[in-house]
DNA sequence: TTTCTCACA
DNA sequence: TGTGAGAA
């Protein structure tokens, strides 16, 4: 099935309709990409294209902004995401899911943002 | 028409 | 972040 990662990589869209999904302005959008938060490649005449996986982070970071996150917070995290990958890919052995991931990855917000106290007990 | 970059309130 | 200018 990695016909589909493929597809959900293929970058296409252009800002116009990143804008409409996300409820993003394209400031805020070339903002977080400035912020190496997406990575949109470029048309031949220098447009940002993006894919669906970017429509995802766009709206993840969304969320974690609406919940008092700031952009080195953001990117602290995805830079973990990053390595983390990496170190997946190296190993080639058992890799984790996309659901873990952001499991983990979410579970480390509510930590940094004092939003949790524990091990997870509850939910919020 | 849409998007790009850059600069300024 | 918003907005406007000038170009592609």
Redesign the pocket.
């Known amino acids: 099935m990695k016909e589909k990662e493929l597809q959900r990589s293929r970058a296409v869209l252009?800002?116009?309709?990143i804008?409409k999904l996300t409820e993003?302005?394209?400031?805020?959008i070339?903002?977080?990409e400035a912020q190496s938060l997406i990575l949109p490649v470029r048309s031949e005449?220098?447009?940002?294209l993006y894919s669906l996986n970017d429509i995802d982070r766009l709206l993840e970071i969304k969320d974690y902004?609406t919940e008092g996150f700031n952009m080195a917070e953001i990117k602290r995290v995805y830079e973990k995401q990053a390595s983390r990958r990496q170190q997946e890919h190296r190993k080639l052995t058992k890799p984790v899911s996309d659901a873990d991931l952001l499991d983990a990855l979410h579970n480390e917000f509510l930590t940094v943002g004092g939003l949790k106290h524990d091990g997870g007990a509850f939910s919020n």
């Not at 252009?14 to 309709?17: A, D, L, Q, S």
């Not at 005449?45 to 940002?48: I, K």
């Open positions: 252009p800002i116009g309709t804008m993003l302005t394209a400031r805020q070339r903002y977080y005449s220098n447009r940002r902004l």
